[in-house]
């Protein structure tokens, strides 16, 4: 490949920046913008609903490149995977996919010989919220994408061992998620919300049974009656699971929405007396990297992604009871307090800035 087909990037599988989702979106939104400024020709594909037009922008440097599909759903998605790849094939350079969803059309990646860099993400199929059929096609996805890709990228050394067991697979190479250390956060966001500093619990998560919403908020309402816990999230008065969830809180559980403001959410991060992560699927995950690099005290779903994460940033729980213990005793003890938050900045300064994660991209792509 030519050194102007190695600068140029094209960046896949997210909705889009800037970010107005989370998640891989919001690394996009991180990522593109620093290697821009490193000399890349950085292009993000946007998908657009189908009433939207399409046509290319620029911002901060990066190309943004939006692709109207007529669908939002799974089909939409889909049709927006295609769409992208065709014309990031056609254009040349390498392509970094965040994500395996569509990994069947990655065939096409390996027989037009483009350099194909996949972000694996964590373990999708044993979700909870998924049906038997999507289960099966999220792992078939896995393994297609390991397969067909040129490298891959684990977020978690757990997933780089799962990786590297399969016989047929591309390198791996392991880089976890970064987060913003915050300092001195201005707490004048939350009085809008009805919570003073350091007499309130967090929880950010997105609202599903792996991520273990209902027992946090079960073991807060009879441990803490206190204080309140503010669980970010959209929830749905519709779905069963979110139901289920803000039936089994008590009076001080508040559920303000999705916020998506980082004033607002970095005040909430650096200010709750203690941040519960009960996230039990996958690697590393971004709302535990930013608990940490917000010293949050953390209170964490005992299993092996998050104490590879969290580290003595944490303490853990198994179930409800032991949630409740956890929270009791984190709440009470303000030098255990100290202790965790203490604990969180050096785990976040040793692996999860943002200058060591984008740097370790670049050295990839290069």
Known sequence: MSDAGRSQLHILGTRGIPNAHGGFEAFAERLAPFLASRGRRVTVYCQRAGGEAGGEREWRGVRLVDVPVSDEGARGSIAFDWLSATQAIREGGTLLTLGFNTAVFFLRHRLAGVRHIVNMDGIEWRRAKWSPPIQAWFYANSWCASALATHMVADHPEIARMLEQRPLRAPVTMIPYGADAVGDADPSPLAALGVEADR??????????????????????????????VVLGHYDPSHPYHRAVQAAAGAMVRFPGALYDTAVVQALRAHARVYVHGHTVGGTNPSLVEALGAASATVAHDNVFNRWVAGDGAVYFSEVEGCGHALRTVVDDAGLRAALRDGARRRHAETFTWDAVLSAYERLLS
């Open 200 to 229: 309130f619990g967090l929880v950010i998560a997105r609202p599903e049974p792996e991520n273990s919403i209902r027992e946090i908020v079960e073991a807060w309402s009879r441990n803490v009656p206190e204080l309140p816990l």
